[in-house]
């Protein structure tokens, strides 16, 4: 078995290699994911008022939310705005033909958005919490707003009521071979919203949440389900080591 | 007469039945109760029997997939390619879809996973040796079918991934001499991959390759129980027999080894839960992030990446560029040279001279054209291949070839003793390189072109480098194996 101990240090070192060259990249901001049914409702609400307009989650049917702890009756009252029965799918009422002609694009289903973010950089949601935080204010763009991870986006910043109006501080700099580089400093509030800036934040991590949640409906159950499963297995491991064992007395 | 004495003997009765119709007892001893395997078999025999459950779990799953799945890439009333949803749709609204569904992923890549380990297990203890060598043939049918099924079945979710990977591998068969621009619209049946190309990837994914595949795998089989098992001694159990018959050093397959792989199954199976219930993703090196975004023709994502089963191949491609391919020829050369003088075997000597030639066509075509049509149109000359293979047809070929490698095996290797056990420190410096720059084609394959080790060593060189370790392994095994310093292989096998 030596070769095997020599085979398993050296595959042990060549993850431990690869994960240590794979950093690097966008700094995104993490984002304080919360699955406890008040965040996952408050980004339901969040979702359905300003998101759901123009995206669709059409793999989401409006009766998963009962998932995170809402009536069938309250779904209907108060998040169902373009849907007459709980088990249709969560669409926008907005045409594809339209938007296209409005945005210049379609603006994209969302149900798995928080997946597809994801990059060595960081998770989806860390990519959403970010992007959602860093629209700031831009004349050159016809919609007159731009973002500082996704830039030239098409999606007008549909929270400024919350958020306000962020200016971006721009510093030019010398990349040493001559070339100006313009790199973004920071935002600075020019136009205060409704909400506070922490409280701005709290209410976007709570829609990341929701978004993240709406990935995979049951990711939860997934993962402790797991545990149990384990353990039934742990057991069968340990009968078949037994029984191979007792098989294997009279072998020399 | 008791109960259970007449419930026997009918019993009996049932199979003498059988057996006078189907061989139904003499193939469960000759495949089970008596097929005597090596007593000393280690924790790598594992991986056969563990591919073959693999295969089982791929089947049944792909089964209840296909009841849900749908091969349409034409878009639902949200946007949504029709396929891209219907695998949301298996997640979300089918009963257990999502463990289905994840159990089939998650095996895809535990499918190399255990055939990689299985394979590296024939080299190092020499199985692909005389007389297993139709054995190691039949396993590189099954695998190459392996990575057709991954290739195809990559398609199907029809997501961003999918479709850039399907595209960029149905272009390199444009790569292929005067007919590949032709074969390449024909194998997408279309300019683009579009819906013809997912409706017959899906029917190659879900029955024509499958059928091959198990073929393959019953043939794999049967040449196996034929000769018998090597074992980590690289020794034959059937040269020492007791007055019966039955090696010395041999056991049943079952029980023995039936009870031990049944352990196995039990270790393997929580590896796999492990996966599924906590990281079905396998941090985006089994579902690609970028696979979250339906397909869409008209973005091309920045970085298009395999998937991590197929990134040593894709490295060696990308790294045969113009500036790589005179050492590439220089190498083959030499190779060819060298095999030339050694054989004695008429065929070998021609494939060495067919090499030496495809050499000289790829320097004609670099140096003399640089690549560009010559002057005079060679096609009215009739002489359409004098203007020599480009740097993508040799891309190309060493993708195919670095794969067919492994079916040389037998032929290569030249050392009189067949496990790592007795070999000397020259081959086992030859395998030692050939896995580190497996590894390394691996994970440079799963970067970017531009990717550079701490931001300081460039990936290319280490691609380049590792390209050519990884074909000396083979091309230069005849001599390294006949040098090498030996020891004694013992009579019987060792340790257990």
Redesign the interface.
Known sequence: ?S??NKFLA?AVL?VTI?GA?AA?GVALDKAPVRFDDASLQQGAKLFVNYCLNCH?A????YN?LTQIGLSEQQIKDNLMFAADKTGE?M??AMR?DDARKWFGA?P??L???A??????DGS?ADWLYTYLRSFYRDDSRPTGWNNAIFPGVGMPHALWTLQGEQAAKFVTKDDGHGNQIKHLEGFELVKPGSLKPQEYDEQVANLVSFLTWM????QET??S??WF??AL??V??VL??L??RA??KD?? | MSYCKIVTDKLQQVLGWVDERFPLTANYKSHLSEYYAP?NF???YFFGSLALLVLVIQIVTGIFLVMHYKPDASL?????PVAF?SV??I???VMGG?FIRYMHSTGASMFFIVVYLHMFRGI?YGSYRKPRELIWLFGMGIFLCLMAEAFFGYLLPWGQMSFWGAQVIVNLFEAIPVIGPDLSIFIRGDYVVSDATLNRFFAFHVIAIPLVLIGLVAAHLIALHEVGSNNPDGVEIKKHKDANGIPLDG?PFH??YT??D??G???F??VF??I???AP?GG?YFLE??N???ADSLKTPAHIAPVWYFTPFYSMLRATTSDFLPVLWAFITLVAGLTFRATSCVWVKRACVLAVVGVYWGFFGLTVFGFTPPPIDPVILGVHLGRGFDAKFWGVAMMGGSVMLFGLLPWLDQSPVKS?RYKGGLYKTALALF?LSF?LLG?LGTKAPGYA???LIPGGPVAAVSTILYLAFFGLMPWYSRMDKTKPEPERVTS?
């Open positions: 078995m070769l095997l050296a060549a690869t060259l690097g669709s059409s793999s989401v049917r998963t799918q669409l926008s594809q379609a994209p289903d149900s798995v958005i997946r597809a973010r994801a990059s060595e989806g990935g995979e409906p049951g997934r993962r389900m797991g499963v384990l297995l742990s069968f491991a078949s080591w029984l191979k098989y294997w072998v020399h | 007593k280690n924790f790598w639902n009333a949200a946007g949504v949803a949301e749709y997640m979300r609204d999502k190092i056991i029980p023995y009870v031990k049944i352990f199954v039990s270790i199976l929580i839960a492990i599924i219930f906590f993703e985006g992030f970028n979250f975004f339906p790592i896995v590894v994970f080790f701490f931001g257990k």
